[in-house]
């Protein structure tokens, strides 16, 4: 497992930047009592989706307005490029990637 973030970082609905294996950019977000972790950077032009807004379950970008499902990272409307997802553990307050 690899840690990312506590559950009391996260606000419901606010996009969190957390730190991946290798350094990589991964954003985690707490939706309707769900855990949910893609890509940091939009596959578009590289902006911080930490940065953007969730909207019914969806993450949109703050430079373009891309818009993705949060569930299975599929592009919805303009987007057309998926984002990667991550399996996620939670457990004691820990929010964790699963190998």
């Known amino acids: 497992m690899f840690e990312l973030c506590k559950v009391?970082?996260?606000?419901?609905?606010?996009?969190?930047?957390?730190v991946g294996p290798d350094d990589e950019p991964?954003?985690?977000?707490?939706?309707?009592?769900?855990?949910?972790?893609v890509q940091g950077l939009c596959p578009h032009q590289e902006a911080p989706l930490a940065d953007g807004e969730v909207v019914n379950g969806t993450?949109?970008?703050c430079l373009h307005f891309w818009t993705w499902r949060l569930a299975d990272g599929e592009p919805l409307e303009e987007?057309?490029?998926?984002?990667?997802t991550y399996p996620?553990?939670?457990a004691d307050g820990v929010v964790s990637l699963v190998d």
């Open 59 to 61: 993450l949109v970008c």
């Open 88 to 90: 996620l553990q939670v």
């Open 26 to 37: 991964i954003v985690v977000v707490r939706h309707n009592d769900n855990y949910y972790a």
């Open 8 to 18: 009391t970082d996260l606000e419901d609905d606010i996009p969190l930047e957390c």
């Open 79 to 84: 987007a057309d490029m998926p984002l990667k």
